[in-house]
């Protein structure tokens, strides 16, 4: 299956980078190594992650870091919505 960032995901991951990278570039390239290792993962087990709090999504949880991804799987993609930090307030859609 294949997998499609939209592109609020993309500024959310961008945003992420750009935050960490002031105090530790290394560690901001491995978060966002982490996040596209767990996204990739998703083109062949789509379901994963555990189904999301908004309607229609799931949430893959990216492991050793604050880090959730939120999803929707179509007939013939993951779509990412978002990349958020688990400590934020998550969108009611």
Do not use: C
Request: no cysteine; net charge positive.
């Amino acid at each position: 299956m294949r997998v499609r960032w939209l592109r609020r995901a993309l500024r959310n991951l961008e945003s992420i980078y750009e935050y960490m990278e002031k105090d530790n570039p290394e560690a901001a390239q491995k978060v966002i190594m982490k996040i596209r290792v767990g996204v990739n993962k998703l083109a062949d087990f789509p379901l994963m992650g555990r189904l999301g709090r908004v309607e229609s999504t799931r949430e893959l949880v990216i492991g050793n870091t604050p880090y959730i991804v939120i999803y929707r799987v179509k007939s013939n993609a993951v779509e990412i919505l978002r990349v958020l930090h688990s400590a934020r307030q998550f969108p009611e859609s």
